[in-house]
């Protein structure tokens, strides 16, 4: 073998120990060095959004490092004729291409690893101490489907960096989304509608809420495909979003849980009107004040309504504190007046039919 021959291999091959060597060392540093400074910021101030990443990109960053190393190492090793700048140019040299699918792999595993620690902070900090639920419905849909997403396209990146065309592959998938999504339009329109009505924010868990011409009851769960809600009777009742979004809603604890009560009596003509307020009035402001249903800064109000057929109308507004609580000071309010106007000599009409007979036994009807 020829003797300059052999100290270009043994130089070469020193020189490419060396940036193995370097290109690890540094790798480590940077590696001990972010773990240090991941692990001071977190006895200072927890599980920050700059420890999370920092614990999240070191290994990967130090891994594309030694990688490098080891690909200029070879470029060194396998091509004396040639500058290194410019074999790394040439983009047909496989070593180049194998360095780029491993650098790609790394790059999406650290991406998707760090997407889904990301969104799963924000969910536990964040999401949980907002006032909305968007979020909270919102984001861990997304968290589970981020990642396959991200390594879809960097697959689709390392294959097409080999000079493979993903062209056929990208038609492959929308022609099979197409047809997927014939397929699931039914749960694809309950999807959207789930969206627009997570979005929206004007249901939370706990609310009353009635369907036009549909069902009523509590909100249970607020998904991507249905609504649920437990109706009075204590039965689950799951209404497709699609329904949700085409049915007009009311929500009775929005704006506020609060529940209007409001009664309807009548007194007969004989009554005393000023009493009867008077009496409704004292009854009202003291079942507020002694129910724990009741809205205690919402004064009753009364009035007149009308002159009956045989009696004069009457009503009573006040507030309970939820819809539950409206049908419980509902009943209590009606026994108390009932009661009151018992005592005090008061008469609750009903509709009377007077008849009056001739003396030619004619009767005549004067209801």
Not at 105 to 116: E, G, K, Q, R
Not at 350 to 359: E, F, H, N, T
Request: proline fraction near 3%; charge should be negative; include cysteine.
């Amino acid at each position: 073998m020829d003797i300059g021959l052999s100290e270009d291999i043994l130089i070469r091959s020193i020189v490419s120990s060396s940036i193995i060597v370097t290109f690890t060392l540094v790798a480590v540093a940077i590696w001990l060095l972010t773990s240090f400074i991941g692990s001071f910021m977190h006895k200072r101030s927890g599980l920050s959004i700059v420890v999370l990443v920092l614990k999240n990109i070191k290994t990967p960053f130090a891994l594309l490092l030694v990688s490098l190393g080891f690909l200029f190492s070879y470029l060194v090793i396998n091509d004396s004729d040639v500058e290194i700048l410019k074999t790394l140019s040439d983009t047909d040299d496989l070593a180049i291409n194998i360095w780029i699918v491993i650098a790609i792999s790394i790059l999406t595993v650290m991406i998707a690893h760090l997407s889904d620690q990301l969104l799963g902070w924000y969910i536990v900090n964040i999401s949980r101490k907002t006032n909305t639920r968007v979020d909270d419905n919102f984001l861990p849909p997304i968290r589970r489907i981020l990642p396959t997403l991200i390594y879809i396209i960097g697959i689709l990146i390392a294959i097409d960096s080999l000079g493979v065309s993903i062209s056929p592959i990208l038609a492959g998938f929308g022609i099979g989304g197409l047809a997927v999504a014939l397929a699931v339009q039914p749960t694809l329109s309950n999807f959207f509608a789930g969206t627009y009505v997570v979005t929206e924010g004007e249901l939370k868990e706990g609310d009353f809420i009635e369907l036009d011409g549909g069902p009523a009851g509590y909100v249970e769960n607020v998904g991507w495909r249905s609504t649920k809600i437990r109706s009075i009777y204590d039965n689950l009742v799951i209404i497709p979003n699609s329904k949700m979004a085409d049915s007009i809603v009311t929500n009775y604890f929005s704006p506020t849980a609060a529940m209007n009560v409001l009664i309807t009596c009548g007194v007969s003509y004989e009554s005393d009107l000023e009493l009867v307020e008077k009496y409704a009035l004292e009854e009202s402001t003291a079942l507020i004040n002694d129910s724990d249903q009741a809205v205690k800064n919402q004064q009753p109000f009364f009035w007149f309504d009308n002159f009956g057929d045989s009696n004069i109308d009457f009503n009573i507004f006040m507030q309970a504190s939820d819809r539950l609580s409206s049908f419980k000071l509902k009943n209590q309010l009606i026994k108390n007046i009932h009661k009151r106007f018992n005592n005090e000599g008061i008469e609750i009409n009903y509709p009377v039919r007077k008849l009056i007979m001739d003396g030619e036994n004619k009767i005549t009807d004067f209801s």
